[in-house]
């Protein structure tokens, strides 16, 4: 019983970030919306919709922080990891932003399952 509860976190937290990436044009919205069903997904009341959401959260800004600098780096050399470091760098605290949002839909969510 252990391991299906597990394994609905964890399709709940991927399934909260596919969302935020793609609600991601709505600022406030989409995150909410996407912490939310994470939550409603994640089942396990309020504490597990709200890490739910918020782990959805933080690994967009992680997957996205490394891309940008992988990419710029492989772009543009020594001058493209300093350009990538301070895009990461924002990106990291739109991170804070997103799981925020998301961990306050995913209580919603919990509440609500």
Known sequence: MSSKKEGSFWLAVA??????????????????????????????GVWNGGKAG??????????????????STFLLGIFGLVAGLGIAGALIILA??????????GVVGGLLR
């Open 96 to 105: 804070l932003y997103h799981a925020v949002l998301g961990l306050i839909g």
């Open 54 to 71: 918020f782990l959805s959260g933080l690994l967009g800004a992680v997957i996205l922080s490394a891309m940008a600098i992988i990419g």
């Open 15 to 44: 399934v909260g970030f596919v969302l935020m990436v793609v609600l991601g044009f709505a600022p406030v919205i989409g995150p909410l919306v996407a912490g939310l069903i994470a939550g409603l997904i994640a089942g396990g």
